[in-house]
Each structure stands twice: as C-alpha cells, then as structure tokens.
C-alpha cells in the first residue's frame, strides 16, 4: 500500500511539474509568437506608409507641375491678350492703352473653378491692376505679407528680376 501511495505521489509530482513546465513553455512560446507577429506587423505597416508617402510625394510634384503649366499657358495667354491690345492702340496715349489693357485682363479668370486672374504690379511694388480689389490700385504693396510673413511682392519682384519668369505662392 505505501509502494503504491509513494509510485501514485511521484506520478502526481512528475505530472505536475511536466504540466507546469508545458504550460510555461506554451505560454512563453506564445508570447514570443505575439511579439514576432507585432514586429513584423509594424515593418510592414512602416514599409506601407513610406510606399504611401513616396507615391503622395510622386504625385503631388506632378501635380504641381501641371497646375504650374497651366498657369503659365493662362499668363501666356494674357501677354498675348496685351500684345494684342497694344498694337491695336499703340498710337493712343498710354493711358488709354493701359485702360484698355485692364479692362481686358480684369474680366478674364482661369482655372477650372474661374477662381485664378491675372494681377499687374509694377518693379517697385505699386499695384497697377488687381480685379479682387480695384481700390488698392495707385498703392504701393511692396511690404505686403502673406498669413505666414512671407513678403509676396518683394518675392515676386526677385524673381523676375533674376530670372525673367518663375513660380511663386503664398498663403491666404
């Protein structure tokens, strides 16, 4: 009976510590699954976002080369405008050809959404034709900023001077 009880207490125990031990094993093993499983989900989540980044970034620079194209073909368009209503009254006085030169310009818009049009300011910064607001026209806006400080016609001014022709922006 004792032979029994102690080979019936030893079965117990080694069943235990192997039950023990297997849970222990199962449980860490599971652990580190999890850890790998989170590991490899952020990789792929970080690859994704840097794929998602560097398409956004792809397209936004052909974007932006669009809209600038078709900015340049509206003021292309507008110098052509000019050059026509110049000729038609180069004989009158400059005040008269540069009246009738903003009239044209003040009813022309672009853009899909007709939100773009042209805008005239002098090499130092006097406003000669702005349809959005006519009573800055005579004003000198040299000193104008955008929402961020930028100095929007001093900008303008430099690159026109240094290359002729360019793009700009500002914020509203």
Do not use: C
């Not at 980044?53 to 669009?66: G, P, R």
């Amino acid at each position: 009976f004792v032979f029994i009880f102690g080979f019936l207490l030893v079965s117990v125990m080694l069943i235990s510590i192997f039950t023990k031990n297997f849970f222990n094993n199962y449980n860490h093993s599971t652990e580190e699954t999890r850890k790998q499983y989170e590991r490899q989900a952020k990789v792929e989540a970080l690859d994704r976002i840097e794929k998602l980044s560097n398409f956004i970034n792809i397209y936004e620079k052909s974007l932006e080369k669009s809209e600038q194209d078709k900015v340049k073909n509206s003021v292309n368009f507008g110098i052509d405008m000019i050059q026509e209503v110049y000729n038609q009254y180069k004989s009158f006085p400059k005040t008269i050809i540069f009246q009738k030169i903003k009239d044209k310009l003040d009813k022309l818009r672009f853009f899909d959404n007709k939100s773009g049009y042209f805008f005239v300011y002098d090499l130092k910064g006097t406003t000669i034709a702005l349809p959005t607001s006519p009573q800055l026209e005579g004003t000198n806006q040299y000193s104008l900023k955008d929402a961020q400080g930028k100095h929007i016609i001093q900008d303008a001014i430099k690159i026109v001077k240094t290359k002729g022709e360019g793009f700009d922006s500002w914020y509203w």
